[in-house]
Protein backbone atom coordinates (compact mmCIF):
# COMPACT_ATOMS: atom_id res chain seq x y z
CA UNK A 1 0.00 0.00 0.00
CA UNK A 2 1.14 3.47 -1.14
CA UNK A 3 0.40 6.71 0.45
CA UNK A 4 0.41 10.15 -1.74
CA UNK A 5 0.44 12.76 1.02
CA UNK A 6 0.00 15.11 -1.44
CA UNK A 7 -1.73 15.56 -4.89
CA UNK A 8 -4.77 17.77 -6.77
CA UNK A 9 -7.60 15.23 -7.67
CA UNK A 10 -9.75 18.72 -6.88
CA UNK A 11 -8.31 20.81 -10.00
CA UNK A 12 -9.52 20.96 -13.46
CA UNK A 13 -8.16 18.05 -15.32
CA UNK A 14 -8.33 15.70 -12.68
CA UNK A 15 -11.52 16.48 -10.47
CA UNK A 16 -13.47 15.63 -14.10
CA UNK A 17 -12.20 11.78 -14.22
CA UNK A 18 -11.23 11.34 -10.24
CA UNK A 19 -13.51 8.29 -9.77
CA UNK A 20 -11.39 6.91 -12.59
CA UNK A 21 -7.94 8.06 -11.30
CA UNK A 22 -9.11 6.68 -7.79
CA UNK A 23 -9.29 3.22 -9.29
CA UNK A 24 -6.00 3.65 -11.40
CA UNK A 25 -3.65 4.43 -8.41
CA UNK A 26 -5.62 1.28 -6.34
CA UNK A 27 -4.54 -1.28 -9.33
CA UNK A 28 -0.98 0.43 -9.05
CA UNK A 29 -0.71 -0.06 -4.70
CA UNK A 30 -2.03 3.26 -4.39
CA UNK A 31 -4.61 3.17 -1.79
CA UNK A 32 -4.32 6.32 0.54
CA UNK A 33 -4.17 9.97 -0.46
CA UNK A 34 -4.45 13.45 0.18
CA UNK A 35 -5.95 16.03 -1.83
CA UNK A 36 -4.90 19.41 -0.51
CA UNK A 37 -7.37 22.54 -1.17
CA UNK A 38 -5.48 25.51 -1.50
CA UNK A 39 -8.50 27.84 -1.80
CA UNK A 40 -12.27 28.19 -1.93
CA UNK A 41 -12.57 26.11 -4.71
CA UNK A 42 -10.01 23.63 -4.42
CA UNK A 43 -11.18 23.28 -0.34
CA UNK A 44 -14.78 22.07 -1.31
CA UNK A 45 -13.86 20.20 -4.10
CA UNK A 46 -11.34 18.31 -1.71
CA UNK A 47 -14.08 18.27 1.09
CA UNK A 48 -16.36 16.53 -1.35
CA UNK A 49 -14.17 13.97 -3.04
CA UNK A 50 -12.79 12.90 0.70
CA UNK A 51 -16.93 11.56 1.08
CA UNK A 52 -16.76 9.79 -1.93
CA UNK A 53 -13.56 8.18 -1.66
CA UNK A 54 -12.21 5.46 0.88
CA UNK A 55 -8.44 6.58 1.69
CA UNK A 56 -8.71 10.41 0.27
CA UNK A 57 -7.77 12.54 3.00
CA UNK A 58 -8.03 15.88 2.53
CA UNK A 59 -5.49 18.98 3.42
CA UNK A 60 -6.79 22.59 4.14
CA UNK A 61 -5.00 25.89 3.46
CA UNK A 62 -4.19 28.81 1.71
CA UNK A 63 -1.56 28.93 -0.97
CA UNK A 64 1.19 31.68 -0.98
CA UNK A 65 0.14 32.83 -4.43
CA UNK A 66 -3.22 33.40 -3.06
CA UNK A 67 -1.64 34.70 0.44
CA UNK A 68 -3.64 39.08 -0.65
CA UNK A 69 -6.99 37.85 -0.63
CA UNK A 70 -6.40 36.31 3.04
CA UNK A 71 -8.28 37.71 5.32
CA UNK A 72 -10.06 37.32 9.23
CA UNK A 73 -12.91 35.70 7.35
CA UNK A 74 -10.96 33.20 5.14
CA UNK A 75 -9.06 32.42 8.62
CA UNK A 76 -12.74 31.62 10.30
CA UNK A 77 -13.77 29.85 7.06
CA UNK A 78 -10.39 27.46 7.85
CA UNK A 79 -10.75 27.12 11.07
CA UNK A 80 -14.34 25.68 10.35
CA UNK A 81 -13.22 23.53 7.29
CA UNK A 82 -9.84 22.05 9.62
CA UNK A 83 -12.71 20.39 12.37
CA UNK A 84 -13.78 18.73 9.65
CA UNK A 85 -13.55 14.14 9.20
CA UNK A 86 -10.51 13.01 7.14
CA UNK A 87 -8.69 16.70 7.17
CA UNK A 88 -5.14 15.81 8.23
CA UNK A 89 -3.07 18.34 8.16
CA UNK A 90 -3.25 22.72 7.60
CA UNK A 91 -1.82 23.98 3.87
CA UNK A 92 -0.73 24.00 1.45
CA UNK A 93 1.15 27.28 2.99
CA UNK A 94 4.40 28.62 2.69
CA UNK A 95 6.22 31.38 -0.03
CA UNK A 96 6.29 31.44 -3.50
CA UNK A 97 8.93 34.05 -4.58
CA UNK A 98 8.67 32.81 -8.39
CA UNK A 99 5.12 34.04 -9.24
CA UNK A 100 5.60 36.91 -7.40
CA UNK A 101 1.29 37.39 -6.77
CA UNK A 102 1.75 39.21 -3.80
CA UNK A 103 4.78 41.07 -1.30
CA UNK A 104 6.83 38.90 0.24
CA UNK A 105 5.48 40.44 3.46
CA UNK A 106 2.14 40.19 2.99
CA UNK A 107 3.07 36.26 2.28
CA UNK A 108 5.38 36.21 5.37
CA UNK A 109 2.38 37.56 7.63
CA UNK A 110 -0.04 34.68 6.16
CA UNK A 111 2.40 31.62 6.39
CA UNK A 112 2.53 32.80 10.17
CA UNK A 113 -0.94 33.01 10.54
CA UNK A 114 -1.57 29.38 9.24
CA UNK A 115 1.14 28.02 11.10
CA UNK A 116 -0.40 29.22 14.47
CA UNK A 117 -3.90 28.11 13.03
CA UNK A 118 -2.37 24.75 13.13
CA UNK A 119 -1.42 24.76 16.64
CA UNK A 120 -4.31 25.94 17.35
CA UNK A 121 -5.81 22.61 15.79
CA UNK A 122 -3.03 20.36 16.07
CA UNK A 123 -2.84 19.61 13.07
CA UNK A 124 0.69 19.40 11.06
CA UNK A 125 1.35 21.58 8.29
CA UNK A 126 2.18 20.92 4.98
CA UNK A 127 4.62 23.73 3.23
CA UNK A 128 5.06 25.46 -0.07
CA UNK A 129 8.90 26.64 -1.08
CA UNK A 130 9.25 28.50 -4.29
CA UNK A 131 12.37 30.32 -4.44
CA UNK A 132 11.80 31.60 -1.07
CA UNK A 133 14.15 28.80 1.05
CA UNK A 134 16.22 31.06 3.53
CA UNK A 135 12.38 32.82 4.13
CA UNK A 136 10.67 29.67 4.76
CA UNK A 137 13.34 27.95 6.87
CA UNK A 138 13.55 30.88 9.10
CA UNK A 139 9.43 31.64 9.40
CA UNK A 140 9.74 27.93 9.97
CA UNK A 141 12.31 28.14 13.16
CA UNK A 142 10.71 31.26 14.81
CA UNK A 143 7.56 30.21 15.08
CA UNK A 144 8.91 26.59 16.54
CA UNK A 145 6.73 23.91 14.57
CA UNK A 146 8.61 21.05 15.55
CA UNK A 147 5.30 20.53 18.70
CA UNK A 148 3.10 19.79 15.50
CA UNK A 149 5.58 18.80 12.53
CA UNK A 150 4.61 19.07 8.93
CA UNK A 151 5.61 18.52 5.27
CA UNK A 152 8.33 19.99 3.25
CA UNK A 153 6.28 19.49 -0.09
CA UNK A 154 8.07 18.44 -3.10
CA UNK A 155 11.09 18.80 -1.71
CA UNK A 156 14.40 19.37 -3.85
CA UNK A 157 16.84 20.97 -2.29
CA UNK A 158 20.66 19.25 -1.37
CA UNK A 159 21.46 17.56 1.88
CA UNK A 160 22.92 20.97 3.82
CA UNK A 161 19.02 22.25 3.21
CA UNK A 162 17.63 18.92 3.94
CA UNK A 163 19.64 18.68 7.24
CA UNK A 164 18.51 21.84 8.28
CA UNK A 165 14.62 20.83 7.65
CA UNK A 166 15.13 18.06 8.99
CA UNK A 167 16.38 19.91 12.70
CA UNK A 168 13.00 21.58 12.63
CA UNK A 169 11.29 18.34 12.96
CA UNK A 170 9.75 18.47 9.03
CA UNK A 171 9.66 15.35 7.16
CA UNK A 172 10.68 15.66 4.04
CA UNK A 173 8.29 14.72 0.92
CA UNK A 174 9.93 13.77 -2.43
CA UNK A 175 8.11 13.40 -5.84
CA UNK A 176 8.72 12.82 -9.34
CA UNK A 177 11.66 15.49 -9.39
CA UNK A 178 13.76 13.09 -7.60
CA UNK A 179 13.49 11.51 -11.00
CA UNK A 180 14.90 13.68 -13.08
CA UNK A 181 18.14 13.32 -14.74
CA UNK A 182 19.62 16.35 -13.60
CA UNK A 183 18.34 15.80 -9.61
CA UNK A 184 21.23 13.84 -8.36
CA UNK A 185 21.08 16.21 -5.65
CA UNK A 186 17.96 15.47 -4.45
CA UNK A 187 18.43 11.80 -4.63
CA UNK A 188 21.67 12.42 -2.34
CA UNK A 189 19.12 13.88 0.15
CA UNK A 190 16.90 11.34 -0.42
CA UNK A 191 19.77 9.08 0.72
CA UNK A 192 20.26 11.07 4.08
CA UNK A 193 16.57 11.84 5.01
CA UNK A 194 16.01 9.56 7.96
CA UNK A 195 13.71 6.27 7.67
CA UNK A 196 10.92 7.74 9.49
CA UNK A 197 11.13 11.09 7.85
CA UNK A 198 10.90 10.18 4.48
CA UNK A 199 7.41 10.79 2.22
CA UNK A 200 6.26 10.44 -1.13
CA UNK A 201 3.85 12.86 -3.07
CA UNK A 202 3.13 13.28 -6.85
CA UNK A 203 1.91 16.98 -6.92
CA UNK A 204 -0.49 15.62 -9.41
CA UNK A 205 -0.96 17.11 -12.35
CA UNK A 206 2.44 18.54 -12.05
CA UNK A 207 5.97 17.10 -12.14
CA UNK A 208 5.07 13.50 -13.67
CA UNK A 209 7.83 10.84 -13.07
CA UNK A 210 10.04 9.13 -15.40
CA UNK A 211 8.92 7.15 -17.21
CA UNK A 212 5.72 9.30 -17.76
CA UNK A 213 7.64 12.77 -17.20
CA UNK A 214 5.68 15.04 -20.05
CA UNK A 215 2.48 14.00 -19.30
CA UNK A 216 -0.49 14.75 -16.90
CA UNK A 217 0.64 13.23 -13.44
CA UNK A 218 -2.18 11.67 -11.51
CA UNK A 219 -1.67 9.73 -8.14
CA UNK A 220 -1.12 6.60 -9.65
CA UNK A 221 2.55 7.40 -10.80
CA UNK A 222 3.70 7.43 -6.83
CA UNK A 223 4.37 3.88 -7.93
CA UNK A 224 7.50 5.52 -9.90
CA UNK A 225 8.58 7.79 -7.32
CA UNK A 226 8.93 5.04 -4.70
CA UNK A 227 10.27 2.62 -7.11
CA UNK A 228 13.06 5.33 -7.64
CA UNK A 229 13.58 5.84 -4.01
CA UNK A 230 13.86 2.56 -2.96
CA UNK A 231 16.67 2.11 -5.55
CA UNK A 232 18.67 5.43 -4.44
CA UNK A 233 18.28 3.87 -0.94
CA UNK A 234 19.08 0.17 -1.55
CA UNK A 235 15.83 -1.32 -0.35
CA UNK A 236 13.07 -3.17 -1.74
CA UNK A 237 10.51 -1.59 -3.18
CA UNK A 238 7.79 -3.53 -0.61
CA UNK A 239 9.37 -1.86 2.44
CA UNK A 240 9.92 1.55 0.80
CA UNK A 241 6.05 1.78 0.28
CA UNK A 242 5.40 0.36 3.50
CA UNK A 243 7.98 2.50 5.28
CA UNK A 244 6.93 5.70 3.68
CA UNK A 245 2.79 4.92 4.32
CA UNK A 246 3.68 4.45 7.61
CA UNK A 247 5.22 7.54 8.06
CA UNK A 248 2.24 9.41 6.51
CA UNK A 249 0.09 7.84 8.92
CA UNK A 250 1.64 8.19 11.42
CA UNK A 251 2.01 11.84 11.27
CA UNK A 252 -1.90 12.60 10.12
CA UNK A 253 -2.58 10.64 13.46
CA UNK A 254 -4.75 8.16 11.67
Known sequence: MIFDTHTHLN?????????VIVENARKLGVHQMAVVGFDFETIEMALEQVGLFEGVYAIVGWHPTEA???TDEVEEYLKDKLQQEKVVAVGEMGLDYHWD???HEVQKDVFRKQIRLAKSVNLPITVHNRESTEDVYQILKEEDVRDIGGIMHSFNLDPSWA???LDLGMHLSYNGIMTFKNAEEVRESARMTPKDR??????APYLAPVPKRGKRN???YVRYVVECLAEVRGTSFEEMAELTSRNARSLFNL
Open 68 to 70: ASY
Open 218 to 220: EPA
Open 163 to 165: EKF
Open 11 to 19: VKGLKEEAR
Open 198 to 203: LLVETD
Open 101 to 103: TAP
